[in-house]
């Protein structure tokens, strides 16, 4: 499975920006398309994940309230709706796929190539 990670871009604090993961293909050992991201310097954290089959989401409470993210099932498809942007968000924000809802990094694979978000205050 290869994800492509599109969408990213450089923005005004209180902005908003949308991402895009697609998938190749689904792989249905792992249901679950989680969103990453890693400052300069700093560890990859967790934002958000949603289930394939679901929709259930779960979100880092660090984002909470201010993104969003969908599936579109059939373009194999997953958008990380980013508003009210702030400079501590920018990072390179990561998509992968992963076993279940969860925050926990080891559990996914599959990275894509990781898009640029920076936010201006």
């Known amino acids: 499975v290869q994800l492509q990670a599109s969408g990213g871009g450089s923005v005004q604090a209180g902005d908003s920006l949308r991402l895009s993961c697609v998938a190749s293909r689904r792989d249905f050992s792992r249901d679950v398309m989680g969103w990453f991201r890693q400052a300069p310097g700093k560890e990859r954290e967790f934002v958000g994940a949603?289930?394939?089959?679901?929709?259930?989401?779960y979100y880092a409470d660090s984002v909470k309230g201010r993104f969003t993210i969908f599936r579109d099932s059939a373009k194999n498809t997953v958008r990380l709706e980013m508003n009210s942007l702030k400079p501590e968000d920018t990072a390179v924000y990561f998509c992968a796929a992963g076993p279940r809802l969860s925050g926990v990094r080891e559990l996914y694979g599959y990275w894509g190539q990781g898009t640029q978000v920076t936010v201006s205050s």
């Open positions: 949603i289930s394939w089959t679901s929709g259930v989401t």
